[in-house]
């Protein structure tokens, strides 16, 4: 715990406009630590060019220049990958679909037979897509899909569900009771998702079942045991 609140520390003196070397003067923490904890909060253009007007020579001031000229380039490159990528995957077969809801399932999906067929994450991109793919792969109707929240005691209940109703598109009616961790919002700061623990929950034994058996089955063909 106390590794995450000097993590939020370095995080609020960098929103202050701190560079690098002033942050680890004022926390003691090397720069290799704060890269790792920082590398999404890079200072802004305007906040670079105020410290130029106070110290053009200071080092740390070329220090946050470098930062920024690497992380175009590398932003660059991402963009023209992500592009590449995306005409690559644009028009996924629905059986190219369900085999990658699969896969999702079997990282992150609840494994017990008699349970429901649920998954659960704090990412809210990786709900939207296992949504799609119960929808689009597995044929469920969207007002058969239930939702369950996981939050913390410092949340704002109503505004999280209306957060998550709003990103997947179902109505609140469909939603559970949330279940409310007695821990607060700071635990999952380090993780970088605000919005608690989403699961979308399916409850039909027999689909359950034909998702388990898919994955034992690719497992079973594509993993065979050496002799």
Known sequence: MARIIDRQKAIELRQQGKTYSEIKN???????????????????????????????????LGIEKTI????????????????????????????????????????EGKKNLRSSLAINNTDPQVVKFALHWMIRALKVPKNKVKVELHLYSDMDVEKEISFWAKVLGIPKTQFYKPYIKTSTRIAINQKGFGHGTCGVIVNDVRLKEKVIMGIKAIVDVYSPNDK
Do not use: H
């Open 26 to 60: 004022a926390l003691g923490f090397s720069k290799s630590t704060l890269s790792d904890w920082l590398s999404d909060y890079p200072l802004s253009k305007e906040q670079v060019n105020l410290i130029a007007k106070e110290a053009i020579k200071n080092r740390s």
């Open 68 to 107: 920024i000229t690497k992380r175009i380039k590398w932003k660059k490159r991402l963009d023209s990958t992500y592009e590449k990528e995306k005409k690559r995957w644009k028009a996924l077969s629905l059986k190219e679909l369900e085999l990658a809801g699969l896969f999702l399932y079997w990282g």
